[in-house]
């Protein structure tokens, strides 16, 4: 119950915005639509004259079938960019091949003795597909367009992946909050939609005689219409920004922004791993992401200074279980060997290396501790194993293979690496039950995912590093006996970002001066 | 006047040779049956004179022009064209479905609407009752029947016909058949008919064109195949019903010379006014059926009586009617 109730104080807060998203979802199904009917009937009748093309046509948009959706719209980024040309393209190559092989099917399938009638009395092979084949296979034509319909709603709730809107929005915004009242709050009328396309076809399909032809008349003329949803106007402003649906949703993202430097930019959802790409190329501003990640130096960014401190302390810091410290007193000198030693700029210098030139983490970890000077030779390995942990993404790679040198260089430990750990939790539980004895974690998520206080302390902590990393340092000790040791220096939090020559064209180097830019 | 002449067609499907070097000619009014066992060649046949069907050789000639000299819908519009599924448009309405070559012929609505009216009620179809009719509704005779008003809705010289009564079952093929031999609409056309029914083509044929194998195995009027079979194949593909075929085929006129010319009586001694006479041009058939039905007399034999000239008659019975019979077809048969 606790869900509906939250499930409609989400839509009447988001009332303004579920209305667009509905319009958007609908004008996406139908522009796609309307493309699969106009390219896809046509190419059905060439098959029904040229039998011999049918395996082939029929095969490649089977195979466009099997291609997941997720993918075809990876595949059509690099060539089409972000925003509704992508998505409109990948569901009208899902909607291809129901409609052009009920076209087939409708007029192989009408009756060969009427169409042998019609000509033999002398029916021009036009006329005998506007007065005879086409409206004999009507029924079967429409049920193909059905079933692309019912498709297509679906598919199109990841447009909200390449900024072309649409319910996809709440419902990834759901998925990355863990909010099932948001997900709903999407799906819920998605698949409304999806039963409404299906049941007003439905109708048409089971006309009969010359309504169903002007059924089919007006579905023509009804999909543009609808189509044009997609065109109503929306708002705009200097700048447009594209944010990753978490980054909407989550109270320490834009809420926290919009609250404290009452910044309210026009802004696109997609996903996480395309904002980038599009700040870079112009189909976006102002994106946000965070403050370590190698692209910003590739794709020459500026991270705007978060200077009210919106953002939470997200400072990286090595998490150790307090037995293994006791048992191995020489490893927490070694550890603590890195500490203060990587700045936000270092950091993301490093993880250029990997993201994006594609150095293995390993070798970009042992030249920085070279020429930092903190490089030695692995001794000999006699003692116990040490299990190191990482989360499943470079940055992490790259610090395990710091801690890793730096254990075999000034200790006799052996090192196991068990990196590439899902997630937070995964990571968390692992070193409670002793899995691993060690990894590199985040203040804040350590606060927010693993701790999770209530919202005033939340509020005592504020923005503040050190009490935010005095306070988990004190509740895992205590709850769990772990110990966090020295920060590294760097803290990877949300950002926004712009392409640098545009924020020093316009003077903006902070949020504040964004805010005032747009105000 | 020569309405169809057909000049060597040739057609294959890959390596098979459905139709090989047939010519035939159709007079102006004359009924052609294309007689032959399933896949003989007669249908691709029928179908090359509408170009349905492009010959690889050879050429047709309708009205002494070439089929090829205009487009094939143009030619399809002058000629009917019934076939045994009917293939009416399922959604058309039976009127919509009749009026459907006046309409590509360009003709007046109104004019359209009236002769639509004018065919249904000739073909036995009340159109207050079945023009708005769709074809899922009707009967499969009542189908065939619309069928054909559609064929003649345009009033065209030529009507090909391919096993038009073929999906009827046998009771409402022989009543359509008769409507359709009947049909004053149809007296003045020129027919092509294709059927594997021999009665039929007895029946319908002025000529008749037997095929096998794609090959002509006979060309001539009913009674020509009949009595003088050019091969073995027609001898067995007549066999079975030979004697049924023999006994329609042939007149009173033909047997009258086999009887005794002793016996001629002058036409006003008959004093029984239910034995009217019968006229010669009565089939052999038909005289047995008469006398089947003629009471037997005190003394003697059931007769009938045949007029022979304007005021004289001569009786027949069982016995001098099958000896004529007999003697008739043996002289026949030999070229006499």
Same mark, same amino acid.
């Given at each position: $119950?606790?869900?509906?109730?939250?499930?409609?104080?989400?839509?009447?807060?988001?009332?303004?915005?579920?209305?667009?998203?509905?319009?958007?979802?609908?004008?996406?199904?139908?522009?796609?639509?309307?493309?699969?009917?106009?390219?896809?009937?046509?190419?059905?009748?060439?098959?029904?004259?040229?039998?011999?093309?049918?395996?082939?046509?029929?095969?490649?948009?089977?195979?466009?079938?099997?291609?997941?959706?997720?993918?075809?719209?990876?595949?059509?980024?690099?060539?089409?960019?972000?925003?509704?040309?992508?998505?409109?393209?990948?569901?009208?190559?899902?909607?291809?091949?129901?409609?052009?092989?009920?076209?087939?099917?409708?007029?192989?399938? &009408?009756?060969?003795?009427? &169409?042998?009638?019609?000509?033999?009395?002398?029916?021009?092979?036009?006329?005998?597909?506007?007065?005879?084949?086409?409206?004999?296979?009507?029924?079967?034509?429409?049920?193909?367009?059905?079933?692309?319909?019912?498709?297509?709603?679906?598919?199109?709730?990841?447009?909200?992946?390449?900024?072309?809107?649409?319910?996809?929005?709440?419902?990834?915004?759901?998925?990355?909050?863990?909010?099932?009242?948001?997900?709903?709050?999407?799906?819920?009328?998605?698949?409304?939609?999806?039963?409404?396309?299906?049941?007003?076809?439905?109708?048409?399909?089971?006309?009969?005689?010359?309504?169903?032809?002007?059924?089919? =008349?007006?579905?023509?003329?009804?999909?543009?219409?609808?189509?044009? +949803?997609?065109?109503?106007?929306?708002?705009?402003?200097?700048?447009?920004?594209?944010?990753?649906?978490?980054?909407?949703?989550?109270?320490?993202?834009?809420?926290?922004?919009?609250?404290?430097?009452?910044?309210?930019?026009?802004?696109?959802?997609?996903?996480?791993?395309?904002?980038? /790409?599009?700040?870079?190329?112009?189909?976006?501003?102002?994106?946000?992401?965070?403050?370590?990640?190698?692209?910003?130096?590739?794709?020459?960014?500026?991270?705007?200074?978060?200077?009210?401190?919106?953002?939470?302390?997200?400072?990286?810091?090595?998490?150790?279980?307090?037995?293994?410290?006791?048992?191995?007193?020489?490893?927490?000198?070694?550890?603590?060997?890195?500490?203060?030693?990587?700045?936000?700029?270092? $950091?993301?210098?490093?993880?250029?290396?990997?993201?994006?030139?594609?150095?293995?983490?390993?070798?970009?970890?042992?030249?920085?501790?070279?020429?930092?000077?903190?490089?030695?030779?692995?001794?000999?390995?006699?003692?116990?194993?040490?299990?190191?942990?990482?989360?499943?993404?470079?940055?992490?790679?790259?610090?395990?293979? $710091?801690?890793?040198?730096?254990?075999?260089?000034?200790?006799?430990?052996?090192?196991?690496?068990?990196?590439?750990?899902?997630?937070?939790?995964?990571?968390?539980?692992?070193?409670?039950?002793?899995?691993?004895?060690?990894?590199?974690?985040?203040?804040?998520?350590?606060?927010?995912?693993?701790?999770?206080?209530?919202?005033?302390?939340?509020?005592?902590?504020?923005?503040?590093?050190?009490?935010?990393?005095?306070?988990? =340092?004190? /509740?895992?000790?205590?709850?769990?006996?772990?110990?966090?040791?020295?920060?590294?220096?760097?803290?990877?939090?949300?950002?926004?970002?712009?392409?640098?020559?545009?924020?020093?064209?316009?003077?903006?180097?902070?949020?504040?001066? +964004?805010?005032?830019?747009?105000? | 006047?020569?309405?169809?002449?057909?000049?060597?067609?040739?057609?294959?499907?890959?390596?098979?040779?459905?139709?090989?070097?047939?010519?035939?000619?159709?007079?102006?009014?004359?009924?052609?049956?294309?007689?032959?066992?399933?896949?003989?060649?007669?249908?691709?046949?029928?179908?090359?004179?509408? !170009?349905?069907?492009?010959?690889?050789?050879?050429?047709?000639?309708?009205?002494?022009?070439?089929?090829?000299?205009?487009?094939?819908?143009?030619?399809?519009?002058?000629?009917?064209?019934?076939?045994?599924?009917?293939?009416?448009?399922?959604?058309?309405?039976?009127?919509?479905?009749?009026?459907?070559?006046?309409?590509?012929?360009?003709?007046?609505?109104?004019?359209?609407?009236?002769? %639509?009216?004018?065919?249904?009620?000739?073909?036995?179809?009340?159109?207050?009752?079945?023009?708005?009719?769709?074809?899922?509704?009707?009967?499969?005779?009542?189908?065939?029947?619309?069928?054909?008003?559609?064929?003649?809705?345009?009033?065209?010289?030529?009507?090909? @016909?391919?096993?038009?009564?073929?999906?009827?079952?046998?009771?409402?093929?022989?009543?359509?058949?008769?409507?359709?031999?009947?049909?004053?609409?149809?007296?003045?056309?020129?027919?092509?008919?294709?059927?594997?029914?021999? %009665?039929?083509?007895?029946?319908?044929?002025?000529?008749?064109? @037997?095929?096998?194998?794609?090959?002509?195995?006979?060309?001539?009027?009913?009674?020509?195949?009949?009595?003088?079979?050019?091969?073995?194949?027609?001898?067995?593909?007549?066999?079975?019903?030979?004697?049924?075929?023999?006994?329609?085929?042939?007149?009173?006129?033909?047997?009258?010379?086999?009887?005794?010319?002793?016996?001629?009586?002058?036409?006003?001694?008959?004093?029984?006014?239910?034995?009217?006479?019968?006229?010669?041009?009565?089939?052999?058939?038909? %005289?047995?059926?008469?006398?089947?039905?003629?009471?037997?007399?005190?003394?003697?034999?059931?007769?009938?009586?045949?007029?022979?000239?304007?005021?004289?008659?001569?009786?027949?019975?069982?016995?001098?009617?099958?000896?004529?019979?007999? !003697?008739?077809?043996?002289?026949?048969?030999?070229?006499?």
């Amino acid at each position: $119950m606790t869900i509906l109730t939250e499930l409609f104080a989400f839509w009447q807060a988001q009332a303004d915005k579920l209305g667009q998203q509905i319009l958007q979802h609908i004008g996406l199904t139908a522009a796609s639509l309307l493309a699969g009917v106009m390219v896809g009937v046509p190419l059905g009748l060439l098959l029904t004259r040229r039998p011999r093309l049918a395996p082939w046509v029929l095969g490649g948009a089977g195979v466009l079938q099997t291609i997941p959706s997720i993918a075809l719209l990876g595949f059509l980024i690099p060539v089409m960019g972000i925003g509704p040309g992508p998505a409109i393209v990948a569901l009208f190559l899902y909607s291809l091949l129901p409609i052009v092989r009920n076209t087939l099917a409708g007029v192989q399938g &009408v009756d060969a003795a009427v &169409v042998d009638a019609a000509r033999g009395l002398g029916l021009t092979d036009g006329q005998v597909l506007r007065r005879v084949e086409l409206p004999l296979a009507l029924p079967v034509l429409l049920a193909g367009i059905r079933t692309a319909a019912v498709i297509n709603v679906g598919v199109a709730t990841l447009a909200a992946y390449v900024a072309a809107g649409g319910l996809g929005e709440f419902i990834f915004g759901g998925i990355a909050l863990n909010n099932p009242a948001m997900i709903l709050a999407g799906a819920v009328p998605a698949a409304v939609l999806a039963l409404l396309f299906d049941g007003a076809l439905a109708g048409l399909q089971h006309l009969r005689g010359r309504r169903l032809v002007w059924a089919g =008349r007006a579905l023509l003329l009804a999909l543009p219409l609808l189509a044009g +949803l997609y065109l109503l106007p929306r708002a705009t402003s200097k700048l447009l920004a594209g944010f990753s649906p978490e980054f909407v949703g989550r109270a320490d993202g834009l809420p926290g922004l919009r609250q404290l430097y009452g910044l309210n930019p026009a802004s696109v959802v997609l996903a996480p791993a395309l904002v980038y /790409e599009a700040v870079r190329s112009g189909d976006v501003d102002l994106i946000d992401g965070y403050s370590t990640d190698g692209r910003i130096r590739a794709y020459d960014l500026r991270v705007l200074h978060d200077d009210r401190h919106a953002f939470p302390p997200y400072q990286a810091v090595p998490v150790v279980r307090r037995q293994t410290l006791q048992a191995h007193p020489e490893l927490a000198p070694a550890l603590a060997r890195l500490a203060g030693q990587l700045s936000d700029s270092v $950091m993301t210098e490093l993880n250029y290396r990997v993201d994006i030139r594609h150095e293995t983490p390993r070798a970009v970890a042992h030249d920085f501790l070279r020429r930092r000077g903190l490089w030695r030779e692995p001794q000999p390995a006699t003692g116990a194993t040490i299990r190191l942990g990482s989360k499943i993404f470079g940055e992490q790679y790259i610090l395990a293979e $710091m801690y890793a040198a730096l254990i075999k260089g000034y200790t006799n430990l052996q090192v196991e690496a068990k990196t590439g750990l899902g997630g937070t939790s995964i990571c968390a539980d692992a070193l409670r039950t002793g899995a691993i004895d060690l990894y590199p974690e985040y203040t804040g998520t350590g606060l927010l995912v693993v701790l999770q206080p209530s919202a005033a302390v939340l509020d005592s902590l504020g923005p503040d590093p050190a009490a935010v990393l005095a306070y988990v =340092r004190r /509740e895992y000790r205590r709850r769990y006996q772990l110990e966090w040791l020295a920060p590294l220096g760097f803290n990877n939090t949300y950002a926004l970002l712009m392409r640098r020559q545009q924020a020093e064209q316009l003077g903006i180097r902070t949020v504040s001066e +964004l805010s005032k830019y747009l105000r | 006047m020569l309405a169809i002449e057909a000049r060597h067609l040739t057609k294959h499907y890959e390596s098979h040779a459905a139709v090989q070097n047939v010519s035939f000619r159709v007079e102006a009014g004359q009924t052609l049956v294309l007689l032959g066992p399933s896949g003989c060649g007669k249908t691709t046949l029928l179908r090359m004179l509408n !170009r349905l069907v492009e010959p690889d050789s050879g050429t047709v000639l309708i009205n002494g022009q070439d089929v090829r000299s205009q487009p094939p819908e143009l030619l399809r519009r002058g000629m009917g064209y019934v076939i045994q599924q009917v293939g009416l448009l399922p959604h058309y309405t039976v009127a919509e479905n009749v009026a459907v070559v006046p309409q590509l012929l360009g003709h007046a609505p109104a004019a359209v609407a009236a002769r %639509t009216e004018e065919l249904l009620r000739r073909l036995h179809l009340p159109p207050e009752r079945f023009a708005n009719q769709y074809p899922s509704q009707l009967s499969g005779g009542q189908q065939q029947r619309v069928g054909l008003a559609r064929a003649l809705a345009a009033d065209p010289p030529i009507i090909l @016909l391919d096993e038009p009564f073929g999906a009827l079952d046998p009771i409402t093929r022989a009543s359509i058949r008769r409507e359709f031999r009947e049909l004053p609409e149809l007296r003045r056309k020129t027919m092509v008919l294709v059927t594997h029914d021999v %009665t039929e083509a007895f029946e319908l044929a002025d000529q008749i064109l @037997l095929l096998d194998a794609g090959r002509v195995q006979q060309l001539g009027p009913p009674r020509e195949l009949l009595l003088r079979p050019a091969n073995d194949f027609v001898r067995r593909f007549f066999g079975a019903e030979q004697l049924a075929l023999q006994l329609r085929a042939l007149r009173l006129a033909d047997v009258l010379c086999e009887l005794p010319e002793t016996d001629v009586f002058e036409l006003a001694s008959l004093t029984n006014s239910s034995n009217k006479p019968l006229s010669s041009t009565a089939s052999i058939h038909d %005289t047995l059926e008469k006398l089947s039905h003629t009471p037997v007399p005190a003394s003697g034999e059931p007769t009938v009586w045949v007029q022979v000239a304007k005021s004289t008659v001569r009786p027949l019975t069982y016995a001098t009617l099958m000896a004529a019979f007999g !003697r008739a077809v043996r002289r026949l048969a030999e070229g006499g």
